[in-house]
Every structure is written in structure tokens, then in C-alpha cells.
């Protein structure tokens, strides 16, 4: 895990209103979830970005895709998301050995996949820049 | 002492600045969803090569999506393809045609995201704010 993996985790685990809303209160995967894993869970990785290397600090731009799957419904999922944006939008992470200067949503996301079972499960979500300086 | 102060302002410059906009931006645009394709062909997970060989570009003036398409189908029979929409004049669009090229990108409930458009969109987005692309275009 990278530095912001870290405040993210933090931080969205931190959020009681979105951790009311997953199976469980540690329902928050990075990457992916493990197969076992019950709905609703929240998934963060990293999409794209990192170092800008045009300064001599340790500038970093990044940006992760930070989603929400359901098997309830589309209207779950969208609930937890905007849960998530509460937590993250326009907000200030707390970045070990970073200032986070710049957090936001900058796209959001929707769309469904099926298990083998045939049950729909859907995901929404965004894409937020994490930018963050030494 | 002069009695009276006058400015000579020279506009050519920026009479040939306004003359050239359109078809530098027209240049511009073309050039970073070419440098995009690129970037996210290289960025791709391969498995058949059907998904990196789907990314396309298309602009006002011109549509790779029958050759793309052609070229996906040639190593995977079976996939599905889809144009991306018409741009308007000035833009352009960049990406793979396959209809799972978005679970690649984005994941799913059970498989993790493996990203190559958004990277690509990075790369061109850092170069166009750096004025690389300007530089190499317009002032070359």
C-alpha cells in the first residue's frame, strides 16, 4: 500500500454513516474484494498518476477510482456512494508524511455485472484526484 | 522632452496567433488522441490482443473504427464491438471498441480493475498542461 492507500482506508473506515450502510463494518477492500466477501463493500484502487517529478518536493497526483457494490439494488449503491463523497470530496486527508492539499471527485460512475448465479450486483462510484505534497 | 507620449502596438503576432487557432487546436486535439491510443495500447492487458488492437481514434475528419473493429475480430471471433460517438468539430475520441474492454478498466464486483484508458488520459492530460504538445506542434 502507497500513502494514500493508507489515508484512504483510514478515513473511509473512519465514516460511521458509510460503514452503517456495508455488511459489515470492515466491508472496505482495497484492489479487490476476497470471494467470500458479503454485500454491500466498498473497493478502492488506484486508477492512474503518481509522482509529477516537476519539483523538487515529492509532488503526487493521483487518481483513484473508489466504488460501491451492491446486490440489493442500483439505489444502495448509489446511498453508500454519496456516503463516500461525504467522506472525501473536497476534503482533507490526513497523508502520513504528506500534506493533502487537494482532494476531489472528478467523474461518476455507474454499472451492474452478474455472479454466476445470475444475480445482478451493482457498483457506483468515482474517480477522485489525490494530490499531495511533501 | 517630448511634448506628447505615443505606443506603437504591434499586433502582428497576435493577428497570426488568432489567425492559425483553429488549425492548431485542430492539430493539438488530433495529436494527443493519437499519443492517447498509443499509451493505452501499451498500457493494455493482453490475452488475444483483441482489446488493445480495438483502440481507436475518431475525429470530425476521420473514423478508424472499421479497421480497429476488423483488426479486434481477427484475433477474437467472437467479440463485440461498438463505435464510439461521432465528435463534434475540434474534437476527437479516443478507446476500445470491445464491449468488455469497461470490466477491464473499471473491474467488477469480483475481478480487480486493470486500467489502461485512464492512464493514457493521464499522460496526454500532463503533456497538454506542460505545453510539451503545444511546443511539439505549434512552435516546432
Known amino acids: 500500500m502507497n500513502v494514500c492507500d493508507s489515508a484512504l482506508y483510514s478515513t473511509l473506515s473512519g465514516g460511521t454513516a458509510l460503514t452503517s450502510l456495508l455488511a459489515t463494518a470492515t466491508s472496505i477492500y482495497h484492489i479487490r474484494a476476497p470471494n467470500v466477501a458479503g454485500y454491500p463493500y466498498v473497493v478502492f484502487s488506484l486508477q492512474a498518476g503518481g509522482p509529477e517529478n516537476i519539483n523538487p518536493s515529492d509532488l503526487g497526483n493521483y487518481v483513484y477510482f473508489v466504488r460501491a457494490y451492491s446486490a440489493a439494488s442500483a439505489q444502495s449503491a448509489g446511498a453508500i456512494h454519496a456516503q463516500i463523497r461525504a467522506l472525501l470530496h473536497k476534503k482533507t486527508l490526513t497523508v502520513t508524511g504528506y500534506t493533502n492539499f487537494w482532494t476531489v471527485l472528478e467523474s461518476e460512475l455507474e454499472s451492474a455485472d452478474e455472479l454466476s448465479s445470475l444475480t445482478p450486483v451493482f457498483m457506483s462510484g468515482g474517480l477522485y484526484r489525490i494530490q499531495i505534497d511533501t | ?140
Not at chain 2, 502582428?12 to 493505452?40: C, H, M, P, Q
Request: with cysteine.
Open chain 2, 1 to 140: 522632452m517630448p511634448s506628447d507620449l505615443n505606443w506603437n502596438l504591434d499586433t502582428s503576432e497576435l493577428d497570426r496567433i488568432i489567425r492559425d487557432a483553429d488549425t492548431n487546436t485542430d492539430k493539438i486535439v488530433r495529436k494527443l488522441a493519437f499519443d492517447g491510443e498509443r499509451y493505452a495500447k501499451e498500457e493494455a492487458a493482453v490475452e488475444t490482443s483483441a482489446m488493445r488492437n480495438s483502440v481507436y481514434v475518431v475525429t470530425s475528419k476521420e473514423d478508424h473504427y472499421q479497421q480497429a473493429a476488423q483488426d479486434a475480430k481477427s484475433k477474437n471471433p467472437g467479440v463485440q464491438t461498438e463505435p464510439h460517438p461521432t465528435p463534434g468539430e475540434g474534437e476527437a475520441r479516443f478507446g476500445p471498441c470491445v464491449d468488455y474492454a469497461i470490466h477491464q478498466e473499471f473491474g467488477t464486483s469480483k475481478m480487480a480493475a486493470h486500467p489502461f484508458v485512464t492512464p493514457a488520459v493521464e499522460k496526454i492530460r500532463k503533456e497538454f498542461e506542460d505545453g510539451t504538445t503545444y511546443r511539439e506542434m505549434v512552435e516546432k
